[in-house]
């Protein structure tokens, strides 16, 4: 079992709707949970990150963990085309150090007009 | 949030020759920085850390020979892929915390073809 599961997609949806991108995991040391966006041949951008358990909301965007069930989501309201990307999770366990740092594959998000 | 620049953002090289890629934040000072490494549809494969003034920590698997990692100044890093061979053509990232490991900017990256 791979250390963090993405659905590499696509999600395809209609301008407006309410996206669902979600992540599982194996390892119950993390602690910090990360999304960030990429762009098609770009760096990732870091829109939020959650440390533990709970709900936190910027914007449109809110990421939610489930430290129980080791499965964490981000949902994107009032999706629009330009929100189109690879969306990334990442977790880490500060306890560990760097190495710890794990990415998903990530989602790709096609958000049409 | 914070800015980190790479460069170039592309790179052509032939099989045998090396090749510097810059990292630089350029509105904080970073005494680590991270180089991913990132294929088509994969995720981001962390190759090494970088500390200012000490040697870099590289990933297992991770030839440190091959891949120079320097961090001269608060910030700037360099990776050298040395003696490059088309199995190094990959998308290359770097990133820097910011306030911690979970709060990393990335570069643009940098995308090196090697013939």
């Known amino acids: 079992q791979k250390e963090v599961e993405q659905d590499p997609g696509p999600l395809s949806v209609p301008e407006g709707a309410i996206v669902s991108l979600n992540c599982t995991y194996s390892?119950?040391?993390?602690?910090?949970f990360m999304w960030y966006r990429q762009y098609s041949r770009k760096g990732p951008e870091l829109l939020m990150y959650?440390?533990?358990?709970g709900n936190k909301e910027d914007g449109r965007f809110t990421a939610q963990v489930d430290k129980s069930s080791k499965y964490i989501s981000l949902f994107i309201r009032d999706s629009q085309p330009s929100d189109s990307a690879t969306y990334l999770c990442a977790m880490f366990d500060r306890n560990s150090g760097y190495s710890t740092l794990t990415f998903g594959k990530g989602t790709m998000l096609l958000v049409s007009p | 949030g914070a800015v980190v620049s790479q460069h170039p953002s592309w790179v052509i090289c032939k099989s045998g020759t090396s090749v510097k890629i810059e990292c630089r934040s350029l509105d904080f000072q970073a005494t680590t920085m991270f180089w991913y490494r990132q294929f088509p549809k994969q995720s981001l494969m962390l190759m090494a850390t970088s500390n200012e003034g000490s040697k870099a920590t590289y990933e297992q698997g991770v030839e440190k020979d091959k891949f120079l990692i320097n961090h001269a100044s608060l910030t700037l890093s360099t990776l050298t892929v040395t003696s490059a061979h088309p199995e190094d053509s990959s998308f290359y990232i770097c990133?820097?915390?910011?306030?911690?490991?979970?709060?990393?900017?990335f570069g643009p990256g940098t995308r090196l073809t090697v013939t």
């Open positions: 990133s820097a915390p910011w306030t911690g490991v979970h709060e990393q900017y």
């Open positions: 959650t440390y533990s358990s």
């Open positions: 390892n119950s040391a993390f602690q910090y």
